[in-house]
């Protein structure tokens, strides 16, 4: 079956580090692929997404990259705030199948 | 506003006692679709719907039920709960056809069975 699989958390950084949470998926087809971010207390906000092998989704300053042959997207940022406080999940989609992976906690110090 | 509607959003009850938790979309989406999340489990899919009157098994439907009369609700149903269903549920909708769609999420109900 289709699954995701994410870096364990939490991960916890300083005001301005540089961020890397891993994904990697398994599907039977070619997914679309998602990041998802929950803040506390909240429901699940898509941050970026992409829909093919080589795509580059971006938003808010964080990037992912479908890559088809180690089948990943992770998720970076290059200088992450403590507004970025929050659970991030990796999902996928094929057909009508949504699959997320088991959520990163990230907090970040000032 | 577009959005996803859940009620209520928190919830204490008592094993055995019916309840339904409601869900709303504004955005004419034909797919909506029940999630659970439980701590390390991330999120699990209960059931989903393609359009109305069309409904079908996710990951973990047991012990619940769902309706899809009309295209913006749909309700969850759990007809005789159980402590094993305490969790923080989430009502998501997307259109349907094709891989591109994200699924936009509710706000989430925290349910307590004792």
């Known amino acids: 079956g289709n699954s995701v699989t994410q870096m364990e958390g939490p991960v916890t950084l300083s005001e301005e580090a540089f961020l890397t949470i891993n994904c990697t998926y398994t599907?039977?087809?070619?997914?679309?692929l998602f990041w998802y971010v929950q803040y506390p207390g909240e429901g699940l906000q898509l941050l970026l997404k992409?829909?093919?092998?080589?795509d580059k989704g971006s938003n808010k300053g964080f990037e992912a990259t479908y890559r088809k042959e180690t089948t990943s997207f992770h998720l970076e940022k290059g200088s992450v705030q403590v507004s970025d406080s929050a659970v991030y999940f990796c999902?996928?989609?094929?057909?009508?199948?949504?699959?997320f992976g088991p959520g990163t906690r990230l907090s970040v110090l000032p | 506003e577009a959005q996803v509607t859940q009620n209520p959003r928190y919830l204490i009850t008592v094993t055995g006692k019916k309840l339904t938790v409601t869900c709303s979309q504004n955005?004419?989406?034909?797919?909506m679709s029940w999630y659970r999340q439980d701590p390390g489990l991330g999120l699990r899919q209960i059931y989903y719907?393609?359009?109305?009157?069309?409904?079908d098994k996710g990951d973990v439907p047991e012990g619940y039920k769902v309706s899809r009369k009309e295209k913006r609700n749909f309700p969850l149903i759990l007809e005789s709960p159980s402590p094993n269903q305490t969790s923080l549920y989430f009502c998501?909708?997307?259109?349907?056809?094709?891989?591109?769609?994200?699924?936009?999420f509710g706000p989430g109900t925290r349910l307590t069975v004792t």
């Open positions: 998501a909708s997307s259109f349907s056809p094709g891989l591109l769609y994200e699924q936009y």
């Open positions: 599907a039977t087809g070619y997914p679309s």
């Open positions: 992409a829909t093919k092998a080589d």
């Open positions: 999902a996928l989609r094929l057909g009508q199948n949504f699959v």
């Open positions: 955005m004419n989406h034909e797919y």
């Open positions: 719907s393609m359009n109305v009157e069309v409904t």
